[in-house]
């Protein structure tokens, strides 16, 4: 018992040796961490903190339906300053030109010594004063003398006579006075920019205020000094500069479009990303943001979130002054997804050239005003989709000028007029009031009206277009109606069956309702798309009715709208949601998924009643009569039909009547593979502004896909 | 033999832990600081809780402690019911360790580890009992057992373990199967440092690979069975300086930069910059790393002046065990003194990156009112020992 006792005690003592033991190893490593550590790894640990940098991912691409880059991915080289590095003095020429900027931006305009005046007077003469304005007028000094007032008042400023630093209309420094002063990281930051600016030959972009909000808010990061440089000013740079402190060559993403006019409308373009402050991300902090592209217009913010991909981020040491010090972790981001177009880049550029080709009488100064749109009628791809007059995404990206000109563009450049462009459809309309009234009354496609002038609805006259050449079309029947484009018939029609079979007909066609043509991706039943043009629901009185017939009033559709209607018509009466985007990724290594054709509805129409107004189609430009003989391609059988949609418009204050001018059509007639739509504004009309631009679209698409040999010229 | 004689207290001890508490609440207000604008109430309430605390250490003190010793296997029921009462309650953060009352809420599990330590000096201490018997030791596994799979269950491992070094100091002295108990030991040891060895050399997995982490070039070994990912990453933050300073190092990362940045003297009272910009995780800034706000303001100095006054406290502790006038009270000091000292050394060594990252509390320290009075229910008790020790 006696022998426990004593083990029993030792126990104790031996956990009180293992308590201070263990204490004391406590207190050595508080030692190392906080005196020793501290000594070792001063610049570490005091005051130091963490911060997170966000970092763009690489935007994701798009492509048509050939593999052809429409939308690409690449460096945009910039000179950045990282100022960290410029904390230590220079010499007086930076505060010599730090209080130059500082007075410049009192005045208002530039001084007028140079860089080099002032390196020279330094270099030279530092004890004398230097000029900085000479002869200035009185509102300057005006200007400076108010500002000047309060920012002397505040606090001495070295460097000026407290209050007189004017003397016969001039400003002067005393150069003397800034000699010994320390520099401080924004003036020297500012010297060197001045000095890159001397050796590469490049003028200065970057303001004196900038250099200072960079350095308030963003120490950690590079300070981006010059944008978009070329490969003449790196090479320039890597010359003349490489051999300089705290400079260096940095990309960020950027983005071209390789074809630049042609799809400005389709693809859209991307800018500068507003910057992310402080975002709580996942609970983790974003302190910095290396801001990336966003798009901004067309499928680039369509798919924004796709081709964006996720943003990485870079975890930074920084210092007690709160400049960058090392790197710590970096998560790489993840690059953007692409996009594969349904749109074939040649058949986009065929679509364009036949859009921009001027026929007689066309005013050459006055841009092309219009849109084309073409349709697989089997599957309602979009092989192209054009609008004009365009503009050029690369300099809108680039150039705030060219931004602020366009804004100021009579014509509307950056109008994507194919999709979102209302207009009345005109005569293009008739096939589908045939197609509704046919339905409903199949026996009425044996009536035959009389197409004369005077021709009277109750005591309104009415006009057919060729009466205003004092013609009549005489008897016609529906068929013919459409190959003369008569609208007597279609006045005798909608008075004869009311305006409801061809209201609901354009309904059945999609008038007025969603098209589909940006579908969510993951959802293709999703239609979150602008509303495409308008169909009233009723025709107030015969006279409305009458204008419903003919595609007056308030029927409004747009150019891709009237495709569909064209490729429903071809199809036999399967209308398609337009597919622009064939096939999708998330990420450059997953597999692409399908973005399904899919078919809004199928119409129930007569098979009469479809081949009376194809029959009829066919006549409008086979026909030796037809009002679009002008379209044909040899060897071709066409269908098509003309449209004149007149409209009023105030052009110097004055109202003037003028004309939209139409085409919807499509070929082969038997087997039909493309569905065209064509608009420009203010032409003559259907057949003559319209014919000959289609003919041309129609000859290159049919010697592309090897169906007529080209013609050696 | 109730009453207190105020000659017989031992004042050091007394005044070591009136120190600590006076620290504990102008640095559970410095811990909330971040402006003289913005500051919780956190202090006051830490205050409160003290002098809670501080009369219940005076009744513990008046009374005779052997009173404890009759109720023990009440007070075990007592702690087993409160463990069970967890249970009824709401999930916070995943975890069940918490019954909230208007006000406060209390941690069952810090009494329970009280009770363990009365229950086991008890059972081990009453004179028919043969320490070396397998009864006896089956015995004691028994009481703690039950308590640490309940504060298992809850979950809270860092807890439950703490039991293992109360149970193993006085069976070691009571003479339970010491052999036994020493190999058991050196296995569990062994068996913990290839696990961390393990674990510092295992490669990361897939998942971690994906969110940024890089494998460092000595990482080879093959996965590691039976642990979850997240243990293992508490210890790989603990073995590799650099694991993944952005997730789950980050606190490891940030507790060090702060604890470091304090240097000899310190930043100055309220002036810990690493604290006050909210790099410290201020949901724990005032409790579990209390130490870490305290050495960023006070320094070395002020760290090892906290150590010393540890180290009194739990020197006297030892010295009430020795100079006990039954094997009860022994036994019961001990388990005492080798629980504050758990807690103290975890604490401790999680914030300067020794250990990794619990959630233990810092005996009379750390902000929480019910850990508070615990502990000071525990120092009441050493003291009423000491107080009716063996005059030699």
Redesign the interface.
């Known amino acids: 018992m006696k022998q426990?006792r004593e083990?029993?005690?030792l126990?104790?003592?031996v956990?009180?040796g293992i308590?201070?033991l263990?204490?004391s190893f406590?207190?050595s490593?508080?030692?190392k961490?906080?005196?020793r550590?501290?000594s070792a790894?001063d610049e570490v640990?005091?005051?130091?903190?963490?911060r997170?940098v966000r970092l763009p991912a690489v935007r994701g691409m798009i492509f048509d339906t050939n593999g052809k880059v429409l939308a690409d991915s690449v460096p945009n080289y910039c000179i950045a300053i990282y100022t960290e590095e410029m904390r230590a003095p220079r010499s007086a020429t930076a505060n010599v030109l730090e209080l130059m900027h500082q007075i410049w931006a009192k005045v208002g305009i530039p001084p007028d010594v140079s860089y080099r005046d002032i390196k020279h007077h330094m270099a030279q003469t530092p004890e004398e004063p230097i000029v900085l304005y000479q002869g200035l007028d009185d509102g300057r000094l005006g200007r400076w003398q108010n500002a000047f007032g309060p920012w002397s008042e505040q606090h001495k400023i070295p460097g000026l006579k407290n209050h007189d630093p004017l003397s016969s209309n001039a400003i002067v420094i005393e150069t003397t006075e800034l000699l010994k002063r320390p520099t401080s990281t924004a003036a020297n930051t500012l010297e060197l920019v001045y000095e890159i600016s001397e050796r590469i030959g490049i003028p200065r972009k970057i303001r004196f205020q900038q250099i200072i909000d960079h350095i308030i808010l963003q120490k950690p990061l590079p300070l981006l000094a010059w944008k978009n440089i070329d490969d003449e000013t790196m090479a320039k740079w890597a010359d003349t500069c490489s051999s300089l402190p705290g400079t260096d060559i940095y990309y960020q993403p950027s983005r071209t479009y390789p074809f630049a006019e042609t799809n400005a409308h389709l693809v859209g373009f991307t800018l500068e990303a507003d910057a992310i402050r402080e975002e709580e991300e996942s609970g983790?902090k974003i302190h910095f943001d290396m801001r990336g592209i966003k798009g901004r217009k067309g499928l680039e913010s369509t798919y924004n979130e796709l081709l964006e991909g996720e943003p990485?981020?870079q975890?930074v040491q920084i210092d007690a002054s709160g400049y960058h010090h090392r790197d710590?972790?970096?998560?790489?981001p993840k690059p953007g997804g692409d996009l594969q177009l349904t749109i074939d880049e040649n058949i986009q550029q065929f679509a364009l050239e036949a859009l921009l080709t001027r026929q007689d009488g066309e005013d050459p100064h006055i841009p092309v005003k219009g849109a084309c749109v073409v349709l697989d009628p089997n599957n309602g791809d979009v092989l192209a989709m054009v609008s004009s007059p365009s503009f050029n995404p690369n300099a809108y990206m680039a150039s705030k000028s060219y931004r602020q000109a366009l804004l100021q563009d009579p014509f509307s450049r950056t109008y994507h007029r194919a999709v979102f462009g209302q207009y009345p459809p005109g005569s293009t309309f008739k096939p589908v009031a045939v197609l509704g009234a046919l339905r409903d009354h199949l026996d009425y496609t044996n009536a035959v009206h009389d197409c004369h002038s005077p021709y009277y609805v109750g005591k309104r006259r009415m006009k057919c277009w060729i009466h205003s050449s004092y013609g009549e079309h005489g008897e016609v029947d529906a068929r013919q109606a459409l190959m003369y484009s008569c609208n007597v018939f279609m006045f005798e029609m909608a008075q004869d069956l009311g305006y409801e079979p061809i209201r609901d007909m354009a309904r059945d066609f999609g008038f007025g309702q969603y098209a589909g043509l940006f579908p969510n991706l993951d959802d293709p039943q999703q239609q979150k798309d602008l509303k495409y043009g308008n169909l009233p629901d009723k025709a107030i009185n015969t006279i409305d009715a009458c204008n419903m017939a003919i595609g007056q009033g308030a029927v409004l559709a747009s150019p891709l709208q009237m495709a569909m209607v064209a490729a429903t018509i071809a199809n036999g009466g399967r209308l398609y949601r337009p597919r622009l985007v064939k096939k999708w990724r998330n990420s450059p290594d997953s597999e692409y998924n399908t973005n399904p054709t899919w078919a809004i509805r199928q119409i129930d129409v007569p098979v009469e009643a479809l081949e009376l107004v194809r029959g009829g189609m066919h006549d409008v430009v086979m026909h030796p009569e037809g009002t679009a003989k002008k379209a044909r391609v040899d060897d071709i059988l066409i269908a098509g039909k003309t449209g004149s949609a007149q409209y009023r418009k105030k052009v110097d204050g004055e109202v003037v009547g003028s004309v939209h001018t139409w085409m919807i059509s499509y070929a082969p007639y038997h087997f039909p593979r493309y569905a065209v739509a064509m608009l420009v504004e203010d032409g003559v009309s259907g057949g003559r502004t319209i014919g000959p631009r289609l003919s041309k679209l129609y000859r290159n698409l049919f010697e592309y896909d090897g169906t007529i040999v080209k013609e050696e010229s | 033999m109730n009453g207190i004689q105020p000659k017989r207290l031992d004042w050091t001890m007394l005044a070591t832990m009136l120190t600590l508490v006076v620290m504990s609440v102008a640095f559970v207000f410095s811990a909330r600081f971040k402006s003289a604008e913005m500051y919780g109430d956190e202090w006051s309430k830490q205050l409160i809780f003290a002098l809670l605390g501080i009369c219940i250490y005076a009744t513990l003190v008046w009374f005779d402690y052997k009173i404890v010793a009759t109720l023990s296997w009440w007070i075990y029921a007592g702690a087993i019911v409160l463990l069970l009462l967890v249970f009824l309650f709401e999930a916070n953060n995943g975890a069940q360790r918490w019954i909230p009352l208007p006000g406060f809420t209390i941690q069952p599990s810090e009494l329970a580890k009280i009770a363990v330590s009365i229950t086991l000096g008890a059972y081990l201490s009453s004179p028919d009992r043969e320490p070396d018997e397998w009864k006896t030791f089956w015995g004691c596994v028994g009481i703690v057992g039950l308590p640490f799979l309940l504060i298992a269950a809850e979950p809270d491992l860092s807890t439950s373990l703490t039991l293992a070094p109360i149970t193993l100091a006085i069976m070691l002295y009571a003479g339970v199967k010491r052999k036994l108990l020493l190999i058991g030991m050196a296995i569990v040891l062994l068996a913990g440092i290839t696990a961390c060895l393990w674990i510092k050399y295992e490669k990361p997995s897939e998942e971690q690979l994906q969110q940024g982490i890089v494998a460092a070039e000595d990482q080879f070994l093959p996965r590691m069975p039976i642990m979850e990912d997240y243990q293992k990453d508490r210890i790989r933050v603990f073995v590799r300086d650099d694991h993944d300073v952005a997730g789950a190092g980050w606190n490891k990362l940030q507790s060090q930069i702060a604890v470091g940045s304090g240097g000899l003297n310190g930043k100055g009272y309220l002036k810990g910059t690493q604290n006050i910009l909210g790099f410290l995780p201020s949901a724990v800034a005032q409790s579990d790393f209390i130490f870490c706000v305290f050495a960023e303001e006070t320094g070395f100095i002020g760290g090892a002046f906290i150590l010393t006054l540890y180290a009194m406290l739990l020197g006297r502790c030892m010295r009430v065990s020795l100079r006990s006038r039954d094997e009860f009270g022994r036994l019961m000091a001990l388990g005492i003194g080798v629980m504050l000292f758990c807690h103290v050394f975890v604490n401790i060594a999680m914030t300067i990156g020794v250990l990794p990252i619990t959630g233990l509390p810092l005996p009379l320290m750390s902000y929480g009112g019910s850990y508070m009075v615990s502990t000071m229910i525990a120092l009441g008790l050493v003291q009423s020992v000491y107080q009716r020790r063996r005059i030699r």
């Not at chain 1, 640990?45 to 963490?50: C, D, I, R, T």
Request: aromatic residues 16%; positive net charge.
């Open positions: 426990k083990t029993s005690t126990v104790i003592w956990v009180f308590m201070m263990a204490l406590l207190g490593r508080l030692w961490l906080q005196v550590g501290k790894f640990f005091q005051n130091q903190s963490v997170r983790k990485g981020y975890l710590l972790q970096t998560r790489p």
